[in-house]
């Protein structure tokens, strides 16, 4: 076989919206055009009435990670599988330095786990330690390893947060040598306070989760960020922005045309706060920081990405099984069933991103086909060094296209997941809109319900300069 055509379809990308057919080389997009005429050595693909997608991006997941003394329960194989059935064929997922320990040694550490992936990854990397040696080996990988973003926490003290000097330090290396500063925005010290507070007079429960966690030490963290950021004269991005409260510092700052670029999850944008009253066992499922918020932050977040304040949508894929599982306690909510305090951060996503914001945002009239193409795919690769490898259906990228059908009406259920969770946040949610195919490099790796990739099938994607778009 010497190609592949798709046949039929109707191509979206951020601008473009027509029905060609593309024709595929050497996991290439070849050519785009009309009624080509395959020869007998081509792979056909019939694609009449579905939409030709870009693969997504998704530059914000945890496969493998340590968080605290947690572990998150999928691997770069069980990950990315999932990833593949829910239409993204790039990841770029967090490395992370060791606390007090190296960021070469980090890097290595993920490098050796990520060549199970089944599609493509690159790594931002986390520091948790901050002097002069990690410095110097933020800067050696930045320009030697395609590793161009970091990670800071300004939450969780002595376990993973950087304080504001060493915020500015970084963030002006980073700016310096063309990379991008991500910022977990929220106020560690406050919350810490709150969280010792609500163990001292005994309330353990989840309910308790967004209480110590509110929405304007969010706002309080994004705001102080973005003063380093301009100190430092450097690009930022807030990962997993939830408030109002931040989106309103992000849309003053970019106003005054500072670079500052930020993301939503789709939990934020399709679950609010209530969720958390439920009884324990069903509450723990939502505890991620920052926590769902009320309707009113929902409802900035998506005026946010309406007005481009916002500018991509990841999932934030950090998966804890709720029941202790085989494969260990460490990788279970069930670590903090004695207190929220305990509970580790996080819940999954990777595999159902496509879907609901084609369901939630496209089909609801929100926004439009190019917007949902430019938010999942071609401004994550744009701003985080892969474009135009990735991120879009063009002559000369990566043929990462998926084949989407928008019409399916189907039912969201942990249990026909690819991924090792035990649990969806949108567990019995219709949507309509599902991934039927998925080429990673012109190779089918997802065909309807079969999985035809492989482990280590996906390749380390060395990233240029990020923050530019
Ligand atoms: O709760 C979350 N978001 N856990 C993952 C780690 C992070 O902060 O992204
Ligand atoms: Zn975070
Ligand atoms: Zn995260």
Same mark, same amino acid.
């Given at each position: 076989?010497?190609?592949t ?7 979206i ?16 997009v ?9 020869? %007998? ?13 870009p ?8 496969l ?7 572990m998150?329960?999928?691997t ?25 320990g ?21 790594a ?13 080996? $933020? ?5 030697s390893d395609?590793v161009?973003?970091?990670k ?6 002595g ?8 915020? +500015?330090?970084?963030?002006r $290396? ?15 010290l ?5 969280i ?11 309910l308790?989760?967004?209480k110590?966690?509110p ?18 004269e450097?690009?930022? +991005? ?10 309103r ?10 670079p500052?670029?930020? %993301? ?21 499922? +939502?505890? $991620? ?33 709720l029941? %202790? ?13 004695e207190?929220f305090?305990? $509970? ?13 914001? +084609? ?8 926004m439009?086909l ?22 879009t ?7 990462d296209?998926?084949?989407?059908d928008p ?15 035990d ?9 309509t ?37």
């Amino acid at each position: 076989m010497t190609g592949t055509l798709i046949q039929g379809g109707r191509v979206i990308t951020a601008t473009d919206d027509y029905r060609a057919d593309v024709m595929i080389e050497n996991g290439r997009v070849h050519a785009i055009g009309l009624d080509f005429e395959p020869g %007998e050595d081509v792979d056909v693909h019939d694609a009449s009435g579905l939409l030709v997608l870009p693969g997504g991006v998704d530059v914000h997941t945890h496969l493998e990670a340590e968080v605290g003394p947690a572990m998150t329960v999928d691997t770069f194989e069980s990950g990315t599988i999932a990833a593949a059935f829910g239409g993204t064929t790039a990841l770029v997922d967090f490395a992370q330095q060791p606390h007090g320990g190296s960021v070469i040694a980090g890097l290595d550490d993920w490098q050796a786990r990520a060549s199970r992936a089944c599609v493509d990854v690159g790594a931002h990397m986390i520091i948790t330690t901050f002097n002069d040696q990690t410095l110097a080996d $933020m800067k050696s990988i930045l320009r030697s390893d395609g590793v161009t973003s970091f990670k800071m926490f300004m939450v969780m003290p002595g376990v993973m947060m950087i304080d504001d000097a060493e915020l +500015y330090r970084i963030m002006r $290396m980073t700016g310096e040598n063309g990379g991008l500063s991500c910022v977990h925005a929220e106020n560690g010290l406050l919350i810490d306070v709150l969280i010792k507070e609500a163990v001292a007079q005994g309330r353990n429960e989840v309910l308790n989760h967004p209480k110590v966690h509110p929405a304007s030490t969010e706002g309080e963290a994004a705001y102080r960020a973005i003063q380093i950021s301009k100190l430092a004269e450097a690009p930022m +991005y807030v990962v997993h922005v939830s408030s109002q409260d931040a989106v309103r510092h992000i849309a003053e700052a970019r106003d005054e045309g500072t670079p500052v670029y930020a %993301e939503t999850c789709p939990h934020y944008l399709f679950l609010t706060e209530e969720l958390y009253d439920a009884p324990d066992a069903e509450a723990a499922k +939502y505890t $991620m920081i920052p926590p769902l918020r009320s309707k009113e932050h929902q409802d900035a977040l998506w005026r946010g990405l309406a007005t481009d304040d916002l500018q991509i949508i990841s999932t934030d894929h950090c998966p804890f099984c709720l029941e %202790e599982k085989s494969w260990g306690l460490k990788y279970s909510k069930a670590l903090g069933k004695e207190s929220f305090a305990q $509970m580790p951060n996080g819940a999954p996503g990777v595999e159902t991103r496509l879907p609901l914001i +084609y369901d939630g945002g496209v089909r609801t009239g929100r926004m439009s086909l190019n917007r949902f193409v430019q938010l999942n795919s071609t401004t994550p690769a744009k701003l985080f060094g892969l474009f135009p490898r990735k991120g879009t259906i063009a002559v000369g990228s990566d043929a990462d296209i998926v084949l989407f059908d928008p019409e399916e009406r189907w039912t969201i259920r942990a249990a026909e997941h690819h991924s090792r969770i035990d649990y969806s946040l949108f567990e019995g949610r219709e949507v309509t809109g599902r991934v039927k195919k998925v080429f990673l490099r012109g190779q089918v790796i997802v065909d309807g319900d079969h999985w035809l990739g492989r482990a280590g099938g996906g390749e380390y994607l060395p990233r240029s300069n990020s923050g530019q778009v």
